[in-house]
């Protein structure tokens, strides 16, 4: 599998930006990824990552084939400030988007964050 991609945020399932990519993201698994903290900007989450093994947050990884589509997410993401990153899950390249420093907003305690904005 190649063109992998962790979506912890908007791009999830259920939520704004999933509906919109919805037909071009091929849903592969649901993992905690470990050594991450999850923020809140309102609408929209960013995580950084951290040193501690305790933090941890839900991603769904999918699947995209369509290089446009890959294209127009990576302006999305990037637009927002976020940058792109290699990571491993399950044994696999995934590219995540996260941010370089937390700043000052309030944190997704328990790392999920389609839990923290239904709540």
């Known amino acids: 599998m190649k063109n992998l991609f962790a979506f912890y945020g908007s791009l999830r399932f259920g939520l704004s930006n999933h509906t919109v990519y919805a037909s071009f993201l091929k849903y592969r698994f649901t993992a905690w990824i470990k050594g991450y903290e999850m923020y809140s900007l309102g609408d929209f989450p960013f995580a950084i990552r951290t040193d501690e093994s305790a933090d941890k947050m839900l991603v769904e990884v999918f ?41 000052n907003y309030p944190k997704v305690n328990e790392g999920d964050w389609v839990k923290f904005f239904r709540g």
């Open 63 to 103: 699947e995209i084939e369509n290089a446009e589509v890959r294209m127009q997410i990576d302006q999305l993401e990037l637009g927002y400030g976020y940058h792109k990153e290699t990571i491993v899950i399950e044994g696999l390249s995934v590219t995540i988007y996260l941010f370089k420093e937390k700043a």
